[in-house]
């Protein structure tokens, strides 16, 4: 029963949260998308960059579980590339339209309808999906780590790549007439 | 770098710091944080009621906890916080964006057949993939692992490409 309360406290937070810096506006994403608007994607990295410090130093003190999805080379890349195609779409993911449904945006709506559909047709087709696309190319639970051989080094090294990524999209994204 | 402001949202600094603090709570409490799995949950937990038999015989549902779970709950506080949000923020929340209505028309129909169309694919993909922007993405990354900043790259640079199709003006096709 814990794990209700704690799950709808962290969602309502998560959402207000997102809500509050325009992620789940559509509109907004998909300027983003165009390179007109740059403050979601560094928003997504920065948060990236605190939450791996925070999460190491939580670690060392022994504090939360973690679990490191497997790479698959096939099922990740392809998943992504169907996912990219219907966020292009949509301006929407599986988290932000449900907090744009809380806000009252009837096109999410139609998202979250849409994504059970997606779901269900992915249940459906799981036994055979997993075997063709996961199983054959999956790597492994890999981490950074694994491929630099220190944890500290392994979050350096993240930290240079996502603030790279900052800066070139605060670089090349360009609003409306600027 | 461009001098406007993400306003009358907040600047993106305090968001990111928040949004982690909120990432990392859920590390110390749950687990990595995910919301694609709220979709398996909820629709496990209509299939339980209506076909529970066709809910106990694929994987996809034995995999995953039924309503009555944090992953079901976390999704139910995301409406909620976006509700929130959404009652006590100054700006007119819209039913179809700007940027679609300047390419497409006011057409309601139209769009929310495209958002239907996004939504599967979403989900597909995401459930394919075994995460989406939140539960690969920001989780896996935040792990440091590979799958979640591969699956980052390639859900970036897609939906980049997608939006240059989907919003590309009439006259840059046809003049």
């Excluded at chain 1, 814990?2 to 709808?8: N, T």
């Excluded at chain 1, 007109?36 to 960059?49: A, G, H």
């Excluded at chain 2, 590979?146 to 980049?160: D, L, N, T």
Aim: net charge positive; charged share 10%.
């Amino acid at each position: 029963m814990i794990d209700i309360w704690l799950g709808l406290f962290a969602g309502t937070a998560f959402g207000f949260v997102i809500q509050r810096v325009g992620a789940t506006n559509p509109h907004k994403m998909a300027l983003a998308h165009l390179m007109k608007e740059r403050f979601i994607p560094q928003f997504m990295l920065l948060v990236v960059i605190f939450s791996a410090i925070g999460l190491v130093i939580m670690q060392a003190s022994g504090i939360g579980t973690t679990r490191v999805l497997p790479t698959s080379l096939v099922a990740t890349g392809l998943g992504g590339i169907i996912f990219g195609i219907g966020w292009g779409i949509s301006g929407y993911c599986p988290g932000t339209c449900w907090a744009a449904v809380g806000e009252g945006r009837m096109d999410a709506i139609f998202t979250l309808l849409g994504g059970l559909a997606g779901t269900a047709v992915f249940a459906h087709f799981h036994e055979t999906l997993i075997p063709l696309f996961y199983s054959p190319t999956n790597l492994g639970q890999l981490t950074l780590t694994d491929w630099v051989g220190h944890s500290g080094v392994a979050l350096g090294l993240l930290i240079i790549l996502f603030g790279i990524g900052i800066l070139l999209i605060g670089r090349f994204w360009r609003p409306y007439g600027d | 770098m461009s001098t406007q402001t993400n306003a009358p949202y907040w600047p993106i600094v305090p968001g990111a710091i928040a949004l982690a603090g909120i990432m990392l709570f859920i590390f110390a409490t749950f687990g990595p944080p995910a919301s694609s799995s709220g979709f398996v949950t909820t629709l496990k937990g209509f299939f339980l009621e209506i076909l529970p038999e066709y809910a106990g015989s694929k994987e996809h549902y034995r995999m995953m906890p039924g309503p009555g779970s944090w992953l079901m709950a976390f999704v139910l506080g995301m409406a909620i916080g976006g509700f929130i949000g959404g009652r006590t923020f100054r700006q007119k929340i819209t039913d179809v964006p700007e940027a679609w209505i300047q390419r497409y028309g006011a057409s309601r129909t139209r769009r929310y057949a495209a958002t239907f169309l996004g939504g599967f694919l979403i989900l597909l993909g995401a459930r394919l993939a075994g995460g989406c922007t939140l539960g690969l993405f920001l989780s896996g990354a935040t792990q440091l692992s590979i799958s979640g900043i591969y699956f980052g790259i390639v859900i970036f640079a897609v939906s980049m490409l997608t939006a240059r199709l989907v919003y590309s003006s009439r006259r840059d096709r046809h003049d």
